[in-house]
């Protein structure tokens, strides 16, 4: 079914046809040639446009998105490691969490201009789902586990290490700060929920090497654990994996990365004081 689908794309010319979509033109931006055409075909069709299409099989980038997901979490921890050696896994843990959050990835690939090649269906279309952001971060990682697929972890490490490694530091020294705590604490109570409650769960090891693991737990309804060396650590991961879970319910980024430096100098006086 997906050969017979590229077949089409292939001989629609762009801004024409049912599929106006250039796969010479895509393969270029993301600097990788497909062998077999199909996981590229898959990783940009939107479930929405399965709406259209009544052949089966066929399928979304939905599982290709949750395979590059895996793979995009192995490299950006490779690659960390390797670069920050003197760092803890606490730090190294948070400076992940920056570079493979959906803002983060959204922007790289609006910057990329990759929107245009998703095929969504036309009730996605009008309500701005190819410029979504969730979208876009979504079309990053199934295109990954596509190129993961492909070409194997190499390629997919190529792929990384040129759209998103020369953004690493930029991406980090405005996230630097980021205080999660006041993140979801501000979130709820613009939902009206109150305050998020944290409690200490375990804690083990040590006086002088104690680690934690701490429960944030939003609306009685949504909960989410953190782990760290101290309680201050432990509620701060907990609160990001917290506003994690609720972007992934929303569909859309609740926080964003960036900041003005007054800001992230406030956010840093934060985390000193909770």
């Known amino acids: 079914m997906l050969k017979k689908i590229f077949q089409r794309i292939g001989n629609a010319k762009q801004g024409e046809g049912e599929f106006p979509v250039n796969i010479k033109e895509l393969e270029q931006i993301l600097g990788y040639r497909f062998k077999n055409k199909d996981h ?13 299409t009544h052949e089966a099989p ?19 921890t490779d690659y960390l490691y390797h670069r ?3 760092k803890d896994e606490g730090v190294l843990s948070g400076k992940k969490s920056v570079l493979v959050s959906r803002r983060v990835l959204g922007n790289i690939v609006e910057e990329l ?25 979504n079309l990053f990682e199934a295109v990954l586990g596509a190129i993961y697929l492909d070409g194997g972890y190499s390629a997919a490490f190529r792929f990384v290490e040129k759209i998103l490694f020369p953004r690493v530091d930029q991406v980090l020294k405005t996230a630097t700060y980021f205080n999660y705590k006041s993140a979801l604490l501000e979130y709820a109570q613009s939902q009206g929920w109150g ?18 693991v701490v429960v944030a737990e939003v609306n009685k309804k949504l909960s989410a654990r953190g782990f760290g060396r101290s309680k201050k ?10 506003l994690q879970k609720l972007e992934r319910q929303l569909g859309q980024p609740i ?20």
């Not at 245009?116 to 410029?131: A, I, N, P, S, Y």
């Not at 305050?195 to 934690?212: C, L, N, Q, T, W």
């Open 255 to 274: 926080i964003a990365v960036g900041k003005s430096e007054k800001k992230r100098k406030q956010d840093k006086r934060n985390l000193q004081e909770n």
């Open 113 to 137: 201009g990759l929107g245009r090649f998703l095929l969504v269906d036309r009730g996605e279309e009008k309500t701005g789902g190819r410029t979504r952001l969730s979208n876009l971060a």
């Open 58 to 76: 066929y399928h979304s980038n939905e599982r290709l998105e949750f395979l590059g997901d895996a793979v995009l979490d192995l490299i950006v």
């Open 40 to 52: 590229l075909i898959q990783a940009l069709t939107h479930r929405s446009y399965l709406n259209r």
């Open 233 to 242: 650590k432990a509620e701060q991961k907990a609160a990001q994996n917290a």
């Open 84 to 86: 920050f050696q003197t």
């Open 195 to 212: 305050a998020p409650k944290y409690r200490i769960v375990k804690e083990s090891g040590p006086d002088h090497d104690k680690r934690f």
